[in-house]
Protein backbone atom coordinates (compact mmCIF):
# COMPACT_ATOMS: atom_id res chain seq x y z
CA UNK A 1 0.00 0.00 0.00
CA UNK A 2 1.22 3.08 -1.08
CA UNK A 3 1.40 6.22 1.32
CA UNK A 4 -0.20 9.56 -0.56
CA UNK A 5 2.22 11.95 -0.65
CA UNK A 6 2.24 15.21 1.06
CA UNK A 7 1.73 19.11 -1.09
CA UNK A 8 4.14 21.53 -1.09
CA UNK A 9 3.61 24.79 -2.62
CA UNK A 10 6.34 26.71 -3.55
CA UNK A 11 6.93 30.43 -4.15
CA UNK A 12 8.91 30.04 -7.33
CA UNK A 13 10.44 32.92 -9.70
CA UNK A 14 12.19 30.46 -12.32
CA UNK A 15 15.64 31.42 -10.72
CA UNK A 16 18.40 28.75 -9.79
CA UNK A 17 17.34 29.32 -5.66
CA UNK A 18 13.84 27.97 -6.53
CA UNK A 19 14.45 25.73 -9.22
CA UNK A 20 16.70 23.68 -7.48
CA UNK A 21 14.61 24.12 -4.32
CA UNK A 22 11.68 21.80 -6.28
CA UNK A 23 13.79 18.91 -6.50
CA UNK A 24 15.35 19.74 -3.31
CA UNK A 25 12.02 19.80 -1.76
CA UNK A 26 10.81 16.22 -3.01
CA UNK A 27 14.27 14.48 -2.26
CA UNK A 28 14.96 16.19 1.08
CA UNK A 29 10.92 15.98 2.44
CA UNK A 30 9.40 13.45 0.11
CA UNK A 31 6.40 16.32 -0.98
CA UNK A 32 4.87 16.88 -4.19
CA UNK A 33 6.08 20.51 -5.10
CA UNK A 34 3.25 22.66 -6.97
CA UNK A 35 4.98 25.53 -8.37
CA UNK A 36 2.86 29.42 -7.73
CA UNK A 37 4.58 32.30 -9.90
CA UNK A 38 2.72 35.51 -9.71
CA UNK A 39 3.98 38.09 -12.34
CA UNK A 40 3.98 41.88 -10.63
CA UNK A 41 6.02 43.49 -13.34
CA UNK A 42 9.13 41.41 -13.71
CA UNK A 43 8.10 38.27 -15.94
CA UNK A 44 8.22 38.51 -19.35
CA UNK A 45 7.04 34.83 -20.33
CA UNK A 46 4.82 33.18 -17.63
CA UNK A 47 4.69 30.07 -20.02
CA UNK A 48 8.34 29.49 -19.99
CA UNK A 49 8.84 30.03 -16.75
CA UNK A 50 5.53 27.49 -16.37
CA UNK A 51 7.34 24.80 -18.48
CA UNK A 52 10.76 25.76 -16.50
CA UNK A 53 9.03 25.13 -13.06
CA UNK A 54 7.83 21.53 -14.47
CA UNK A 55 11.18 20.60 -15.85
CA UNK A 56 12.69 21.82 -12.59
CA UNK A 57 10.19 18.61 -11.53
CA UNK A 58 7.19 20.11 -9.74
CA UNK A 59 4.10 18.03 -10.11
CA UNK A 60 2.10 21.51 -11.14
CA UNK A 61 2.95 24.76 -12.08
CA UNK A 62 0.16 27.93 -11.46
CA UNK A 63 1.50 31.14 -13.45
CA UNK A 64 -0.52 34.07 -13.06
CA UNK A 65 -0.68 38.06 -14.39
CA UNK A 66 -0.84 40.08 -10.96
CA UNK A 67 -0.55 43.42 -12.03
CA UNK A 68 -3.22 44.78 -12.33
CA UNK A 69 -4.03 43.35 -8.53
CA UNK A 70 -1.04 44.75 -7.44
CA UNK A 71 -1.22 48.22 -8.65
CA UNK A 72 -4.76 48.60 -7.42
CA UNK A 73 -4.81 47.28 -4.21
CA UNK A 74 -1.40 47.50 -3.11
CA UNK A 75 0.63 50.37 -5.07
CA UNK A 76 -2.02 52.80 -5.16
CA UNK A 77 -2.86 51.99 -1.48
CA UNK A 78 0.70 52.93 -0.32
CA UNK A 79 0.64 55.94 -2.78
CA UNK A 80 -2.32 57.24 -1.31
CA UNK A 81 -0.51 56.35 2.12
CA UNK A 82 2.68 58.45 1.06
CA UNK A 83 4.43 55.63 2.06
CA UNK A 84 8.07 55.85 1.97
CA UNK A 85 10.39 53.83 4.20
CA UNK A 86 12.65 56.46 6.46
CA UNK A 87 11.47 58.87 4.06
CA UNK A 88 12.88 58.06 0.76
CA UNK A 89 12.16 54.17 -0.56
CA UNK A 90 8.93 53.69 -1.83
CA UNK A 91 8.84 50.44 -0.77
CA UNK A 92 8.53 48.31 -4.34
CA UNK A 93 9.68 44.92 -2.97
CA UNK A 94 7.61 44.86 0.10
CA UNK A 95 4.29 46.26 -0.92
CA UNK A 96 4.76 42.90 -3.45
CA UNK A 97 5.65 40.49 -0.99
CA UNK A 98 2.01 40.26 0.70
CA UNK A 99 0.43 39.82 -2.89
CA UNK A 100 2.79 37.01 -3.74
CA UNK A 101 1.82 35.24 -0.20
CA UNK A 102 -1.41 35.79 -1.00
CA UNK A 103 -1.34 34.34 -4.39
CA UNK A 104 0.47 31.47 -2.44
CA UNK A 105 -2.26 30.77 0.32
CA UNK A 106 -4.94 30.85 -2.58
CA UNK A 107 -2.84 27.85 -4.38
CA UNK A 108 -2.42 26.08 -0.95
CA UNK A 109 -6.07 26.01 -0.75
CA UNK A 110 -6.94 25.20 -4.23
CA UNK A 111 -4.06 22.01 -3.73
CA UNK A 112 -5.26 20.71 -0.49
CA UNK A 113 -1.82 21.24 0.83
CA UNK A 114 -0.13 21.98 4.10
CA UNK A 115 3.19 23.23 3.28
CA UNK A 116 4.31 26.04 1.78
CA UNK A 117 7.64 27.43 0.50
CA UNK A 118 9.56 30.14 -0.10
CA UNK A 119 12.86 31.09 -1.33
CA UNK A 120 13.96 33.83 1.08
CA UNK A 121 17.40 33.90 2.80
CA UNK A 122 17.64 33.87 6.83
CA UNK A 123 19.29 37.96 6.97
CA UNK A 124 16.53 40.13 4.77
CA UNK A 125 13.09 41.52 5.63
CA UNK A 126 11.58 39.06 2.75
CA UNK A 127 11.36 35.90 5.01
CA UNK A 128 9.58 38.03 7.16
CA UNK A 129 7.35 39.30 5.24
CA UNK A 130 6.42 35.92 3.44
CA UNK A 131 6.28 34.47 6.63
CA UNK A 132 4.14 36.65 8.63
CA UNK A 133 1.70 36.96 5.70
CA UNK A 134 0.96 33.51 5.55
CA UNK A 135 0.78 33.09 9.10
CA UNK A 136 -2.49 35.68 9.15
CA UNK A 137 -4.02 34.30 6.34
CA UNK A 138 -3.51 30.82 7.45
CA UNK A 139 -2.02 30.10 10.32
CA UNK A 140 -2.36 26.30 9.81
CA UNK A 141 -0.31 26.16 7.17
CA UNK A 142 3.37 25.03 7.80
CA UNK A 143 6.20 27.52 6.31
CA UNK A 144 9.33 25.96 4.65
CA UNK A 145 12.29 28.05 4.21
CA UNK A 146 15.00 25.82 2.26
CA UNK A 147 17.27 28.64 1.67
CA UNK A 148 17.24 29.67 5.38
CA UNK A 149 18.50 26.10 6.60
CA UNK A 150 18.67 23.18 5.06
CA UNK A 151 19.67 23.17 1.68
CA UNK A 152 22.89 25.34 2.41
CA UNK A 153 24.50 25.36 -1.21
CA UNK A 154 27.05 27.67 -2.40
CA UNK A 155 25.73 29.12 -5.53
CA UNK A 156 28.37 26.62 -7.85
CA UNK A 157 27.25 23.10 -5.83
CA UNK A 158 23.29 24.47 -7.10
CA UNK A 159 24.67 24.23 -10.94
CA UNK A 160 26.07 20.78 -10.13
CA UNK A 161 23.06 20.00 -8.42
CA UNK A 162 20.61 20.92 -11.14
CA UNK A 163 22.51 19.67 -13.75
CA UNK A 164 23.06 16.24 -12.29
CA UNK A 165 18.69 16.08 -12.43
CA UNK A 166 18.96 18.17 -15.83
CA UNK A 167 17.41 21.29 -14.39
CA UNK A 168 17.46 23.96 -16.58
CA UNK A 169 20.47 26.94 -14.91
CA UNK A 170 21.53 30.08 -15.88
CA UNK A 171 24.07 30.15 -18.49
CA UNK A 172 24.95 33.56 -18.70
CA UNK A 173 27.37 35.81 -16.14
CA UNK A 174 26.19 35.86 -13.13
CA UNK A 175 25.26 39.29 -11.26
CA UNK A 176 27.41 40.78 -8.74
CA UNK A 177 24.61 42.20 -7.32
CA UNK A 178 21.49 40.77 -5.78
CA UNK A 179 18.56 42.48 -7.75
CA UNK A 180 14.50 42.08 -7.05
CA UNK A 181 12.03 44.43 -8.85
CA UNK A 182 8.53 44.68 -9.93
CA UNK A 183 5.87 47.47 -11.75
CA UNK A 184 6.52 50.16 -8.80
CA UNK A 185 10.84 49.96 -8.60
CA UNK A 186 14.13 47.68 -8.37
CA UNK A 187 16.13 46.98 -5.55
CA UNK A 188 19.98 46.78 -5.83
CA UNK A 189 22.53 45.48 -3.45
CA UNK A 190 25.77 43.00 -2.27
CA UNK A 191 28.61 43.52 -4.39
CA UNK A 192 30.40 46.63 -4.60
CA UNK A 193 27.61 48.35 -2.76
CA UNK A 194 28.32 46.46 0.59
CA UNK A 195 31.09 49.36 0.66
CA UNK A 196 29.22 52.45 1.74
CA UNK A 197 31.76 54.71 0.59
CA UNK A 198 32.04 53.37 -2.90
CA UNK A 199 30.14 55.02 -5.85
CA UNK A 200 27.30 52.87 -7.63
CA UNK A 201 28.75 51.36 -11.00
CA UNK A 202 26.94 52.32 -13.91
CA UNK A 203 25.72 48.70 -14.69
CA UNK A 204 23.99 48.88 -11.25
CA UNK A 205 20.99 51.03 -13.31
CA UNK A 206 18.82 49.34 -15.98
CA UNK A 207 15.80 52.03 -15.80
CA UNK A 208 17.78 55.69 -15.57
CA UNK A 209 20.21 57.00 -17.78
CA UNK A 210 23.17 58.91 -15.71
CA UNK A 211 21.45 62.30 -15.29
CA UNK A 212 24.94 63.75 -16.59
CA UNK A 213 23.61 62.15 -19.89
CA UNK A 214 19.68 62.77 -20.13
CA UNK A 215 18.08 65.04 -22.48
CA UNK A 216 19.44 68.50 -22.88
CA UNK A 217 16.05 69.92 -23.01
CA UNK A 218 13.47 69.39 -19.82
CA UNK A 219 10.35 67.80 -20.40
CA UNK A 220 7.15 68.97 -18.36
CA UNK A 221 4.33 66.47 -17.62
CA UNK A 222 1.17 66.59 -16.19
CA UNK A 223 -0.69 63.92 -14.07
CA UNK A 224 -4.11 63.87 -13.33
CA UNK A 225 -5.30 62.41 -9.80
CA UNK A 226 -8.75 61.13 -8.81
CA UNK A 227 -9.02 60.76 -5.02
CA UNK A 228 -5.58 59.89 -4.59
CA UNK A 229 -5.09 57.84 -7.38
CA UNK A 230 -3.33 58.62 -10.59
CA UNK A 231 -5.66 58.33 -13.49
CA UNK A 232 -3.72 60.27 -16.34
CA UNK A 233 -0.53 61.31 -17.90
CA UNK A 234 -0.43 64.07 -20.38
CA UNK A 235 -4.26 64.34 -20.91
CA UNK A 236 -4.48 60.87 -21.82
CA UNK A 237 -6.22 58.21 -19.32
CA UNK A 238 -4.32 55.22 -18.76
CA UNK A 239 -5.20 52.24 -16.91
CA UNK A 240 -2.86 52.20 -13.59
CA UNK A 241 -0.18 49.18 -14.94
CA UNK A 242 0.00 51.31 -17.98
CA UNK A 243 0.57 54.74 -16.22
CA UNK A 244 3.14 52.77 -14.53
CA UNK A 245 5.08 51.48 -17.38
CA UNK A 246 4.53 54.82 -19.40
CA UNK A 247 6.08 57.21 -16.59
CA UNK A 248 8.98 54.61 -16.17
CA UNK A 249 10.46 54.98 -19.12
CA UNK A 250 9.75 58.83 -19.37
CA UNK A 251 11.12 59.57 -16.04
CA UNK A 252 13.95 57.65 -16.23
CA UNK A 253 14.47 58.40 -19.46
CA UNK A 254 15.34 61.76 -17.24
CA UNK A 255 17.83 60.10 -15.24
CA UNK A 256 15.16 60.35 -12.30
CA UNK A 257 14.15 57.66 -9.73
CA UNK A 258 17.61 56.93 -8.37
CA UNK A 259 17.73 56.30 -4.49
CA UNK A 260 20.86 55.64 -2.78
CA UNK A 261 20.51 55.20 0.73
CA UNK A 262 21.61 53.00 4.31
CA UNK A 263 18.34 51.84 5.29
CA UNK A 264 17.20 49.61 8.69
CA UNK A 265 16.60 46.33 8.01
CA UNK A 266 13.98 44.70 10.53
CA UNK A 267 16.26 42.08 11.16
CA UNK A 268 18.82 44.45 13.02
CA UNK A 269 21.36 45.59 10.30
CA UNK A 270 21.93 48.38 8.45
CA UNK A 271 21.97 47.94 4.42
CA UNK A 272 23.10 49.94 1.51
CA UNK A 273 20.38 50.02 -0.66
CA UNK A 274 20.46 51.39 -4.47
CA UNK A 275 16.81 51.89 -5.90
CA UNK A 276 15.40 52.62 -8.85
CA UNK A 277 11.84 53.90 -9.02
CA UNK A 278 10.97 56.65 -11.26
CA UNK A 279 7.31 56.33 -11.75
CA UNK A 280 6.83 56.55 -7.91
CA UNK A 281 9.30 58.91 -6.96
CA UNK A 282 7.59 61.26 -9.23
CA UNK A 283 4.32 60.28 -8.44
CA UNK A 284 4.70 60.44 -4.38
CA UNK A 285 6.35 63.99 -5.45
CA UNK A 286 2.73 64.78 -7.92
CA UNK A 287 0.62 63.49 -5.23
CA UNK A 288 2.16 65.08 -2.05
CA UNK A 289 1.92 68.23 -3.92
CA UNK A 290 -1.76 67.91 -4.67
CA UNK A 291 -2.87 66.92 -0.98
CA UNK A 292 -0.45 70.73 0.15
CA UNK A 293 -3.33 72.11 -1.87
CA UNK A 294 -6.42 70.39 -0.69
CA UNK A 295 -6.08 69.10 3.15
CA UNK A 296 -5.68 70.95 5.92
CA UNK A 297 -2.92 71.86 8.10
CA UNK A 298 -3.89 69.94 10.63
CA UNK A 299 -4.53 67.14 8.17
CA UNK A 300 -1.36 67.13 6.74
CA UNK A 301 0.52 67.14 9.63
CA UNK A 302 -1.26 64.32 11.51
CA UNK A 303 -0.68 62.19 7.84
CA UNK A 304 2.89 62.45 7.99
CA UNK A 305 3.13 60.74 11.08
CA UNK A 306 0.46 58.21 9.45
CA UNK A 307 2.61 57.67 7.05
CA UNK A 308 6.15 57.33 8.58
CA UNK A 309 3.71 54.43 10.58
CA UNK A 310 2.27 52.94 7.66
CA UNK A 311 5.46 52.93 6.09
CA UNK A 312 7.03 51.06 8.52
CA UNK A 313 4.49 48.61 8.82
CA UNK A 314 4.58 47.57 5.11
CA UNK A 315 8.07 47.58 5.81
CA UNK A 316 7.95 45.05 8.43
CA UNK A 317 5.42 42.95 6.84
CA UNK A 318 2.04 43.29 9.02
CA UNK A 319 0.30 43.85 5.76
CA UNK A 320 -2.63 41.36 6.88
CA UNK A 321 -2.88 43.31 10.44
CA UNK A 322 -5.68 44.87 12.16
CA UNK A 323 -3.47 47.58 12.24
CA UNK A 324 -3.20 48.65 8.60
CA UNK A 325 -6.90 47.97 8.76
CA UNK A 326 -7.20 51.35 10.92
CA UNK A 327 -4.44 53.18 9.21
CA UNK A 328 -5.99 52.68 5.91
CA UNK A 329 -9.49 53.85 6.96
CA UNK A 330 -7.84 56.92 8.04
CA UNK A 331 -5.78 57.35 4.98
CA UNK A 332 -9.22 56.63 2.59
CA UNK A 333 -10.94 59.28 4.46
CA UNK A 334 -8.02 62.17 3.48
CA UNK A 335 -7.94 60.84 0.24
CA UNK A 336 -11.60 62.02 -0.56
CA UNK A 337 -10.64 65.81 -2.46
CA UNK A 338 -6.92 64.86 -3.35
CA UNK A 339 -8.33 64.81 -7.22
CA UNK A 340 -7.05 67.36 -9.24
CA UNK A 341 -3.42 68.08 -11.67
CA UNK A 342 -0.03 68.25 -11.17
CA UNK A 343 2.42 69.50 -13.18
CA UNK A 344 6.18 67.75 -12.75
CA UNK A 345 9.48 69.30 -14.49
CA UNK A 346 11.89 66.20 -15.50
CA UNK A 347 15.54 67.71 -15.90
CA UNK A 348 18.65 65.86 -15.54
CA UNK A 349 17.97 63.51 -12.48
CA UNK A 350 15.13 65.99 -10.53
CA UNK A 351 11.55 65.99 -10.51
CA UNK A 352 10.17 69.59 -9.90
CA UNK A 353 6.56 70.40 -9.63
CA UNK A 354 6.01 73.87 -11.34
CA UNK A 355 2.45 73.66 -11.26
CA UNK A 356 -1.19 72.51 -9.79
CA UNK A 357 -4.47 73.11 -9.93
CA UNK A 358 -7.82 71.60 -8.20
CA UNK A 359 -11.19 72.27 -7.67
CA UNK A 360 -11.27 71.60 -4.35
CA UNK A 361 -8.66 73.70 -4.26
CA UNK A 362 -8.17 75.79 -0.71
CA UNK A 363 -5.49 78.14 -2.08
CA UNK A 364 -7.46 81.04 -2.38
CA UNK A 365 -5.40 83.56 -4.60
CA UNK A 366 -7.70 86.53 -3.23
CA UNK A 367 -6.58 85.71 0.32
CA UNK A 368 -2.43 84.95 -0.51
CA UNK A 369 -2.27 88.26 -2.84
CA UNK A 370 -0.18 91.25 -2.07
CA UNK A 371 -1.52 92.89 -5.19
CA UNK A 372 -5.42 94.19 -6.40
CA UNK A 373 -7.88 92.12 -4.78
CA UNK A 374 -6.84 91.57 -1.66
CA UNK A 375 -9.42 90.29 0.41
CA UNK A 376 -7.64 89.71 3.85
CA UNK A 377 -8.55 91.77 6.74
CA UNK A 378 -5.08 93.31 7.61
CA UNK A 379 -6.75 95.03 10.70
CA UNK A 380 -8.32 91.93 12.32
CA UNK A 381 -4.62 90.44 12.10
CA UNK A 382 -3.89 92.97 15.29
CA UNK A 383 -6.98 91.07 17.45
CA UNK A 384 -5.46 87.93 16.27
CA UNK A 385 -1.74 88.44 17.43
CA UNK A 386 -3.13 89.71 20.65
CA UNK A 387 -5.03 86.29 21.50
CA UNK A 388 -2.43 84.02 19.90
CA UNK A 389 0.41 85.92 22.08
CA UNK A 390 -1.95 86.20 25.52
CA UNK A 391 -0.08 83.30 26.74
CA UNK A 392 3.27 83.80 26.13
CA UNK A 393 3.31 87.38 27.61
CA UNK A 394 1.53 86.18 30.80
CA UNK A 395 4.62 84.37 31.07
CA UNK A 396 6.65 86.39 30.48
CA UNK A 397 5.36 89.04 33.32
CA UNK A 398 5.36 85.99 35.83
CA UNK A 399 8.11 84.04 35.41
CA UNK A 400 11.21 86.08 33.34
CA UNK A 401 11.30 83.64 31.33
CA UNK A 402 14.32 85.81 29.29
CA UNK A 403 16.07 87.45 32.57
CA UNK A 404 20.18 86.88 33.91
CA UNK A 405 20.64 83.18 33.74
CA UNK A 406 18.22 81.94 31.19
CA UNK A 407 19.88 79.11 28.83
CA UNK A 408 18.62 81.26 25.53
CA UNK A 409 19.46 84.77 27.21
CA UNK A 410 21.69 86.88 25.06
CA UNK A 411 24.20 89.18 26.58
CA UNK A 412 23.99 93.37 26.66
CA UNK A 413 25.86 94.36 24.92
CA UNK A 414 28.83 97.09 26.77
CA UNK A 415 28.21 100.76 26.02
CA UNK A 416 31.42 102.85 25.42
CA UNK A 417 31.79 106.28 26.71
CA UNK A 418 30.78 108.07 23.20
CA UNK A 419 27.20 105.51 23.80
CA UNK A 420 27.57 103.38 20.89
CA UNK A 421 27.71 99.51 21.40
CA UNK A 422 30.90 97.68 21.60
CA UNK A 423 31.37 94.01 20.84
CA UNK A 424 31.18 91.66 24.06
CA UNK A 425 34.15 90.25 24.92
CA UNK A 426 33.78 86.56 24.42
CA UNK A 427 35.41 85.73 27.58
CA UNK A 428 32.90 87.20 29.86
CA UNK A 429 30.29 86.70 27.59
CA UNK A 430 26.83 84.69 28.88
CA UNK A 431 26.71 84.31 25.21
CA UNK A 432 30.68 82.82 25.19
CA UNK A 433 29.59 79.58 23.60
CA UNK A 434 28.23 81.70 20.37
CA UNK A 435 30.77 84.23 20.37
CA UNK A 436 32.91 84.29 17.36
CA UNK A 437 36.12 82.87 18.22
CA UNK A 438 39.09 84.24 17.92
CA UNK A 439 41.34 84.34 14.86
CA UNK A 440 44.82 82.89 15.91
CA UNK A 441 47.75 84.73 16.46
CA UNK A 442 50.07 85.25 13.89
CA UNK A 443 53.59 83.40 14.11
CA UNK A 444 56.92 85.85 15.38
CA UNK A 445 59.40 86.14 12.48
Given at each position: MTTKKRTCVLAYSG?????VAVAWLRETHGFEVVTCTGDLGSVPDLEAVR???????????????????FVRFFVWPGLQAGALYEGRYPLA?????????????????????????????????????FDLAVGALAPDLKVIAPMRGGMNMTREEEIDYAKARGIPVPVTKKSPYSVDENLWGRSVEA??????WAAPPRDVFQWTVDPDEAPA???????AFNEGVPIALDGE??????????????????GVGRIDQIENRLVGIKSREIYEAPAAVVLHLAHRALEDMVLSKETLRFKERVSAEYADLVYNGLWFSAHHQDLAAYVHSTQRFVSGEIRVKLDHGTATVVGRRSEHSLYSLSLATYGKGDAFDHKAAEGFIGVFGLPLRNQARTQALWAGDAPLALPKAPTSRSGRRVASDPKTSQGASS???KRPKKARR
Open positions: GLDTSEKALKSGAKKAIVQDARDTTALGRPLLAKLLVDAARDEGAEFVAHGCTGKGNDQVRGILEDPKAREIVIELDGVELIVKLNALAGKHATP
